[in-house]
């Protein structure tokens, strides 16, 4: 057990200085059992090769990392790039990795791809889900872009944060198209349709104002 400890320790501090290398500012890990049952962007009978992964390397983008005026493609790459570095890193130590793209849409009725990266995300610590459903990180606000990468390398998980919005709502109260309703939850709602509705989001096409209005953000 302690040799599996240090392990565990060793490999983290080797790969998260890796990360940070890489230029990203936002990164944890997700321990994939504190989130058996999630919802996949797949048959559940298709799922039975996520089982080899054990954790997943969650990277976020903030809101002007690359560039103030950078569209949120061109932030996904950025984190594309960075994945694929990631995934050739731990594969070079002989262990699997898969990444969970940003713009990955297995389902595209319902709007979900294989894994939510939003849940990831909380579940690595990066942040909690705000009042717009985005992460909010407590170092820089909403995060713009998401992305992961599941391993089986043994590494430390980090632990969920609690949700710190309160009573504010200025994400649903300046929404410009009134797609948010301002549903009470601590760690998230019981259905996204509850507080979002995706037909009147104008998210797709380059609407951040959820982000810009958000006290958490970094100025």
């Keep these: 057990?302690?040799?599996?400890?240090?392990?565990?320790?060793?490999?983290?501090?080797v790969l998260m200085r890796y990360i940070q290398n890489l230029?990203?500012?936002?990164?944890?890990?997700?321990?994939?059992?504190?989130?058996?049952?999630?919802?996949?962007?797949i048959p559940e009978g298709s799922a039975n090769f996520l089982n080899k992964y054990k954790y997943?390397?969650?990277?976020?983008?903030?809101?002007?990392?690359?560039?103030?005026?950078?569209?949120?493609?061109?932030?996904?790459?950025?984190?594309?790039?960075?994945?694929?570095?990631?995934?050739?890193?731990?594969?070079?130590?002989?262990?699997?990795?898969?990444?969970?793209?940003?713009?990955?849409?297995?389902d595209p009725a319902k709007r979900i791809g294989l894994m939510s990266l939003k849940v990831l995300a909380k579940a690595a610590g990066l942040g909690w889900q705000g009042r717009s459903l985005l992460v909010v990180s407590p170092e820089y606000g909403p995060i713009h872009r998401l992305i992961a990468v599941l391993t089986d390398m043994p590494i430390m998980a980090d632990k969920p944060l609690s949700n710190e919005c309160g009573d504010c709502s200025e994400c649903v109260d300046k929404c410009p198209k009134g797609s948010l309703t301002l549903i009470?939850?601590?760690?998230?709602?019981?259905?996204?349709?509850?507080?979002?509705?995706?037909?009147?989001?104008?998210?797709?096409?380059?609407?951040?104002v959820c982000i810009n209005v958000c006290p958490w953000i970094k100025k």
Excluded: W
Aim: glycine share 10%.
């Design 1 to 13: 057990m302690k040799e599996l400890q240090s392990l565990k320790e060793k490999n983290t501090k």
């Design 23 to 41: 230029g990203i500012d936002l990164a944890g890990v997700a321990d994939l059992k504190r989130i058996e049952g999630m919802p996949l962007g």
């Design 56 to 106: 997943a390397v969650v990277l976020g983008a903030q809101l002007g990392k690359i560039g103030h005026k950078a569209s949120g493609d061109k932030v996904s790459l950025f984190l594309e790039k960075a994945a694929l570095d990631v995934v050739e890193f731990i594969q070079g130590k002989r262990y699997f990795a898969l990444i969970i793209h940003t713009e990955d849409e297995f």
């Design 184 to 208: 009470p939850f601590k760690d998230h709602p019981e259905e996204r349709e509850d507080v979002l509705n995706i037909i009147t989001c104008l998210g797709d096409d380059g609407c951040m």
